[in-house]
């Protein structure tokens, strides 16, 4: 089972009723074996350009573990879906997700040395500096 992620968006005259759109598109992945992992949706945006006459688009992105034949029967069912607009299947690139999460714990860490514990002794200082000044200047 290889990871992907699909993005889908969905018909703006969908926002009322939603849950059965979307449960008809989670059963399109489980009928051909593949396992929901995540489910993120966007909400209704405004499209860059009309889709369908349609100026707004509901977006929906789904992380799935789909066996590698199966991505192409679900390509094909979900291009004759009314409710779905349009949609990509992406098979993300693990290796940089893991550096570019690396890459952010590594500049926290650098970040929270920089600041160490003698951070809150030069805010201290520097309020003390401020009041000094402004002290001065009233009298």
């Keep these: ?3 992907y992620e699909i993005g889908l968006l969905f018909d703006p005259g ?3 009723d939603l849950d059965k759109a979307t449960s008809r598109v989670e059963k399109i992945f489980k009928d051909n074996g593949a396992k929901v992992v995540k489910v993120d949706n966007w909400g209704k945006r ?3 350009y ?3 006459k349609q100026d707004h688009a509901i977006y929906f992105f789904y992380d799935l573990e789909i066996p590698a034949l199966s991505v192409i029967k679900i390509e094909k069912v979900l291009n004759i879906t009314e409710e779905v607009l349009r949609f990509i299947i992406v098979r ?3 290796k940089k997700m893991a550096r570019a ?4 714990n590594d500049r926290k860490k650098k970040q929270a040395e920089r600041e160490g514990p003698d ?6 200082k520097e309020t003390k500096e401020k009041t000094v000044v402004t002290e001065e200047t009233t009298v």
């Design 119 to 124: 951070s809150d002794k030069s805010a201290k």
């Design 101 to 104: 999460e690396a890459a952010i």
């Design 92 to 94: 993300p690139d693990l």
């Design 50 to 52: 009309n889709i369908k």
């Design 1 to 3: 089972m290889n990871k």
């Design 14 to 16: 969908l926002e009322v």
């Design 46 to 48: 405004k499209l860059a």
